[in-house]
């Protein structure tokens, strides 16, 4: 991995110790009084009881709920990009892996979930892939959808969703905070939100004196085939979020949340910086960041850019790219980067 992990401490310890960390100072929550009722994703969920049994489509979802100390409830997890964080991998160990990818329905329901929760739409929504909420709704299984990836953000023309607002990390806070309800843990959600809102603050204050004010940025995800068009951040997603606290410009101007763009075009913009992403999954060939470096070095288009003649390429971890606990760390790799490459103030 060549992607920093710059703020290790609280959230890369143990649950235990974490929580016991994270608590010292942290004013007592209301405890939660069910039955709970919520507003999730333009649909309204009732729980009356916390959860015991809950299947987890989605990285950030299952380690959100690793980090609130609630690794034995989850009876199922899918949807993985890389490996699990460190502290979590013993309590990952005893959790079925559905899929790497996307589970089916019916895998999910023998699980005997009594909640299942996603990371995107597209898996668990109108139109879910995995199912639609009315289908788990029939069978009794209540839904939970991440904030993060409905809440500004229009996913009814498929694929990855057009935001109409910018990310902020306020909607992973919710989804901590509603966790907390959910599960009778809000003590322990606003500890961890209050962690995470320190890192963050850390993060900024550490690169005030570097932002690169209006540096051209593209940050490269995958590509379907490696030499056709590639899925780019879009203007308002997780990856522009982290280039707004730098002062950076995201090349890329669409709402999309990762649009598909020609090298063409991204050569008419001539980032003066390429961010390209590193994951474990497999799902596209360009998803190997070694072909990844491979086609920027040698692809007659792209090899001609300023920022790969001039080596300025960023590995960037793809947790730093989702809605989640490691959306901050992008800022300081990402920050590091900048100022090394000479373009900073």
Not at 68 to 84: E, I, K, N
Not at 155 to 182: A, H, K
Not at 323 to 330: C, E, K, R, Y
């Amino acid at each position: 991995m060549s992607a920093a992990r710059p703020f290790h401490h609280l959230l890369r310890l143990p649950a235990v110790a974490l929580l016991g960390a994270l608590a010292a100072g942290t004013a007592a929550a209301a405890p939660t009084k069910y039955p709970l009722t919520l507003e999730n994703c333009r649909e309204t969920i009732t729980f009356n009881a916390a959860p015991q049994r809950v299947v987890a489509i989605g990285q950030t979802q299952t380690e959100i709920l690793y980090a609130l100390g609630l690794g034995d409830r989850v009876v199922g997890t899918a949807v993985w990009f890389s490996p699990v964080a460190k502290p979590y991998q013993a309590i990952d160990a005893k959790v079925k892996r559905l899929a790497d990818n996307d589970p089916s329905f019916e895998a999910v329901l023998a699980r005997q979930p009594d909640l299942v929760t996603a990371m995107f739409e597209w898996h668990v929504g109108p139109n879910g892939i995995v199912g639609k909420r009315d289908q788990f709704a029939q069978v009794k299984v209540p839904t939970y959808v991440s904030p993060t990836d409905c809440v500004g953000k229009d996913n009814s023309g498929g694929g990855d969703g057009v935001r109409t607002r910018m990310f902020t990390m306020e909607l992973v806070y919710r989804n901590i905070r509603e966790f907390g309800q959910i599960f009778d843990v809000s003590d322990r959600a606003e500890a961890l939100i209050a962690e995470l809102q320190a890192r963050e603050a850390r993060a900024v204050r550490a690169v005030a004196d570097l932002k690169a004010k209006d540096v051209p940025v593209v940050v490269w995800f995958s590509s379907k085939d490696i030499k056709g068009d590639g899925f780019m951040a879009g203007r308002n997603g997780v990856p522009a979020y982290i280039l707004s606290k730098l002062g950076a410009r995201n090349v890329i101007t669409t709402n999309e949340e990762w649009p598909l763009v020609g090298w063409e075009s991204i050569a008419a913009a001539n980032p003066a910086v390429i961010v390209a992403v590193q994951m474990d999954r497999r799902r596209f060939p360009a998803d190997d960041i070694e072909k990844k470096l491979a086609f920027l070095r040698t692809d007659p288009v792209a090899s001609k850019l300023d920022a790969v003649k001039k080596n300025r390429i960023v590995v960037l971890d793809v947790g730093a790219t989702r809605a989640g606990l490691d959306t901050v760390d992008g800022i300081e790799t990402l920050a590091r980067a900048i100022a090394g490459f000479g373009l900073a103030p």
